[in-house]
Nanobody, 127 residues
Framework: QLQFVESGGGLVQPGGSLRLSCFASGFTLDHYAVGWFRQAPGKEREGVSC????????NYADSVKGRFTISRDNAKRTVYLQMNNLKPEDTAVYYCAAPMILVGLCKLTPTGQYNYWGQGTQVTVSS
């Protein structure tokens, strides 16, 4: 069973930074694209960023372009999300996930194409 463990969330002031980690527990990550998603209270889950298995291609939601950077270290079985210049609207529970089957480049929608999910980590941006 593929399982992800997210970490790195917390409380940060507007303009601050956080780095989230997504660790693949019990399996190698080499062949999987991975996406980061977030869900704020009362809102639907939305895609934030995704990265192909080799790390050679990435995709970002317009709302985070230029502020967030996704990367991966397959040897460490970990995918990272560096978040800079955080805004209150970035407040959400952040999840990582992987699709069982991927055709073409990774996409952020629909979220249903992602089969394996972590439990999430809370990010709160507030002064």
């Amino acid at each position: 069973q593929l399982q992800f463990v997210e970490s790195g969330g917390g409380l940060v002031q507007p303009g601050g930074s956080l780095r989230l980690s997504c660790f693949a527990s019990g399996f190698t990550l080499d062949h999987y694209a991975v996406g980061w998603f977030r869900q704020a209270p009362g809102k639907e889950r939305e895609g934030v960023s995704c990265i192909m298995s080799s790390g050679g291609s990435t995709n970002y939601a317009d709302s985070v372009k230029g502020r967030f950077t996704i990367s991966r270290d397959n040897a460490k079985r970990t995918v990272y999300l560096q978040m800079n210049n955080l805004k209150p609207e970035d407040t959400a529970v952040y999840y990582c996930a992987a699709p069982m089957i991927l055709v073409g480049l990774c996409k952020l929608t629909p979220t249903g194409q992602y089969n394996y999910w972590g439990q999430g980590t809370q990010v709160t941006v507030s002064s």
